[in-house]
């Protein structure tokens, strides 16, 4: 157990007023390299600092407070409490801990998962099958941090780095690690340390990682799924794997944009009839408050000057049912190719009804 610290890792930055702005967070990987300095400081000075500053990515510094440290005969170790700001991150809370010993002269800089920091057991990711899985931009902050302390103190860099995340294997269920290939735990991740609240990103990333990992495991048919019963009717319907799902969610133009630049030869796209029929008018993000339904062209395309009054898609759908599933399906699918612009990659579209009966499709 780690002993002492403060009872959270706290960053003086990301305090704010009341009903401010909404405050940025820190990423695994910056958390972890702030553990790592500290843990490294005591095993290579016989100090602790706390607080511990680290360099970003992308410059500038960011302070973080020891949640807990300990220390025996060759090794040490720090905890950081991740702070997501006022993201809605899985990870918000967890511990970060960081045990830093010596390691075989000569190895430089080495990485091993600890509790909870899952291991790559699947080609397609950053980290190739075997490794912790620690992307490259945090194993790179990492080996700067412990590394800057040793040419401090004098000594040789050749370190071993355990991240550990206390209850991460739980908390990985409720991410796409087990459907990546990523076993035992979290991904310890983030390319500038700074979490930006609800900017979208690590879902769209993950999308991006689901396409990567379909491709290098030869998976020839995907599917994106706007939610759980979409893809649920789906996979039911295609007969896929859990490899080739896409949490596609409402970020049509992050999996299709992606697509475009990395094809697999055939995509489903499954969902409702409202998210659909925005997809049908062009918009690329269904997200209700990102895009509407232009009823007044879904009017003339169905040509029932009434449904131009309609307060949802689904009112309209329960007036013309199956025939504007269909013609939906069909739209869909034409918007979605003319994101792809050409690419190799056809194009099924599934409308999914409420109670998990696919309405209509496309086909390719």
């Not at 910056?30 to 607080?51: K, V």
């Not at 005969?73 to 993201?87: E, I, N, Q, R």
């Not at 396409?211 to 495991?217: K, M, S």
Request: hydrophobic share 45%; aromatic share 4%.
């Amino acid at each position: 157990m780690l002993a002492g610290g403060r009872a959270a890792g706290q960053v003086e930055a990301m305090t704010r007023k009341p009903d401010g702005p909404l405050r940025t967070g820190f990423t695994t990987g910056a958390c972890a390299t702030a553990a790592s300095a500290c843990a490294a400081g005591r095993l290579l000075t016989g100090e602790w600092t706390d607080p511990v500053s680290i360099l970003l990515p992308g410059g500038g510094r960011a302070r973080f407070d020891v949640a807990e440290w300990s220390d025996g005969p060759g090794w040490a170790a720090a905890a950081v409490v991740k702070d997501a700001g006022d993201d809605p991150d899985v990870t918000h809370g967890a511990r970060i801990v960081s045990t830093v010993g010596r390691g075989e002269p000569g190895t430089g800089v080495t990485f091993a998962a600890g509790e909870g920091v899952g291991t790559v057991t699947r080609p397609g990711l950053p980290i190739p099958p075997g490794e912790p899985a620690i992307n490259p931009v945090p194993r790179d902050m990492m080996t700067k941090a412990v590394t800057a302390v040793a040419v401090a103190a004098g000594a040789p860099a050749d370190l071993r780095v355990e991240i550990s995340v206390p209850g991460g294997r739980e908390i990985a269920t409720r991410t796409w690690n087990p459907r990546l290939g990523i076993v035992g735990g979290l991904s310890i991740l983030g390319t500038t340390g700074i979490v930006r609240p609800y900017s979208c990103a690590a879902w769209i990333a993950s999308i991006h990682r689901g396409v990567d990992v379909a491709r290098a495991n030869g998976i020839a048919h995907v599917c994106g799924s706007t939610g759980a019963t979409s893809e649920a009717a789906a996979k039911a319907e295609l007969e896929l794997p859990d490899i080739a799902m896409l949490d596609m969610g409402d970020f049509a133009g992050g999996m299709l944009k992606y697509l475009a630049r990395h094809p697999v030869p055939r995509l489903t796209i499954a969902g409702g009839i409202g998210k659909l029929t925005k997809l049908a008018q062009g918009a690329v993000d269904l997200h209700s408050d990102r895009s509407r339904v232009d009823f007044a062209a879904l009017a003339s395309l169905l040509g029932d000057p009434e449904v131009e009054t309609a307060n949802t898609a689904l009112e309209a759908l329960q007036r013309h049912g199956a025939p504007m599933a269909r013609l939906i399906a069909d739209q869909a699918r034409r918007s979605a190719l003319a994101v792809l612009g050409g690419a190799p990659v056809e194009v099924d579209v599934m409308v999914v009804g409420r109670q998990g009966d696919v309405m209509a499709r496309s086909g390719f």
